[in-house]
């Protein structure tokens, strides 16, 4: 069935970024669904009392199903008890649970998520419209199936959500611990030759990065990074890159090798903005528009640790003003610092951290690599569980017919017998 026969669905409001507050009520952006929920942190908050409409149909409750309509699409439900408010270009679902039940709904939509965004490359922004998605079909089994289905999906979500929760306490350690290290508060700073730098006082070079837009992103080609994947595809270093392009299609194309740093200089939120990654793969690549890239003769890990801090961040969006879109500068990112101790002692630091962030990032050991591993169960079961063989239930459909029509018929024929005798 198509899902407006089964379901309502609202999309958010309009929020105005000018009446954002540091203390309130928070909104729910496309930002804050991750991994099939919706996350609390680094919500942005207002005031209901600025606004002179009733916002109570835009209230997202527990067990609520939204889905961020813009960019990467997302579905999430809510898991928390706190409420939180629907920001535009984020919809709601509604279902008429006397035929589709919330959670089978949520299920399926993770099922198919990847078919909504399957034409996004790079970082380039996809819309979806209330007709698109209340024009998604569904299959819809009785209710005890679904219910049954839920049963055993449910199973799968609640063993990985407690897995990503301990993952999750293990990355805030790691983050206090690498914003200790990397403070040097215990250090007296009369008896260490090193101190805090502006980037402008190490790097040999800044320049930004020339456009490359989605139509010219294939599969292969000369490698290339968009200020998008900064965001989302790249952590604190990266030695491959995941987009190719045409570099004659590019006009005055701007390269980034070995030890660059990358900024992205435009972000969706002041806390995201600059956000850095550090490139330590050896193919000379392409840096797309909005990115500025840094030369320097220093450990481009340990570059990448240091600016990733709080401090860092703090720094980083200093003056910027929170928006739709949040710009940043070459000479912002100039007038960063850090601490820069000398190349060895870099090079410790680095092993450390690098041990702590693949305990918390790689996919192939420890809670990382276990979450994966039930993520990869829970899609193979999904995937079993929703592909239902229609034609099959055709067959069904048509066969219960048949055995209708013929019990009907040899009543008839019983009933004549019985009339002549």
């Known amino acids: 069935m198509k899902l407006k026969q089964i379901c309502s669905f609202i999309t958010g409001f309009a929020f105005k970024s000018d009446l954002f507050k540091d203390e309130g009520c928070p909104i729910c952006k496309t930002t804050n669904i991750q991994n099939g929920y919706i996350c609390y942190d680094a919500m942005v908050l207002f005031n209901p009392q600025d606004y002179d409409v009733n916002l109570d149909r835009y209230i997202i409750k527990k067990d609520d199903i939204v889905i961020g309509m813009s960019g990467s699409i997302k579905v999430g439900i809510c898991a928390s008890e706190k409420i939180c408010y629907l920001n535009q270009r984020v919809g709601k679902f509604i279902p008429n649970e006397e035929k589709l039940l919330n959670r089978y ?7 198919i998520v990847g078919e909504l965004s399957s034409d996004i490359n790079g970082g380039s922004v996809k819309n979806l419209s209330n007709d698109d998605i209340l024009s998604l079909q569904i299959p819809l089994p009785p209710l005890a199936v679904q219910r049954e289905i839920v049963h055993i999906l449910d199973r799968f979500t609640l063993l990985s959500a407690e897995l990503a929760a301990e993952l999750a306490a293990r990355c805030k350690q790691y983050e206090f611990y690498r914003d200790k290290l990397l403070s040097f508060d215990t250090l007296d700073s009369n008896n260490c030759n090193f101190r805090r730098v502006k980037l402008k006082d190490i790097a040999t070079e800044f320049y930004r990065g020339t456009g490359i837009t989605r139509e010219q992103v294939y599969p292969s080609g000369t490698p290339c990074v968009r200020y998008g994947e900064i965001y989302t595809t790249y952590h604190t270093w990266f030695d491959k890159c995941q ?16 030890g660059d740093i990358l900024f992205a200089i435009t972000g969706e939120s002041v806390e995201d903005i600059a956000k850095s990654v550090a490139y330590v793969g050896h193919e000379k690549c392409l840096a797309g528009g909005d990115i500025v890239v840094m030369k320097h003769n ?7 640790y240091a600016l990733s801090t709080h401090d860092a961040v703090q720094q ?11 710009h940043s500068n070459v000479p912002s990112i100039e007038n960063i610092e850090i601490f820069l101790p000398p190349l060895e002692i870099q090079e410790r630091i680095v092993k450390v951290l690098d041990n702590f962030d693949a305990i918390c990032n790689d996919l192939g050991i420890g809670l990382p690599a276990e979450i994966e591993k039930r993520r990869q169960q829970y899609e193979y079961y999904r995937d079993k569980l929703l592909t239902f063989d229609l034609g099959s239930a055709t067959i069904y459909q048509t066969d219960r017919q048949t055995d209708r029509q013929t019990d009907r018929q040899t009543d008839r024929q019983t009933d004549r017998q019985t009339d002549r005798q």
């Open 316 to 326: 980083k969006g200093k003056g910027k003003i929170k928006s739709k879109v949040v």
């Open 243 to 258: 987009s190719y392009t045409n570099v004659e299609e590019i006009s005055n194309p701007k390269y980034f090798e070995y």
């Open 298 to 304: 220093q450990n481009p890990k340990y570059l990448a």
């Open 105 to 111: 709904l949520y299920h399926y939509l993770l099922s």
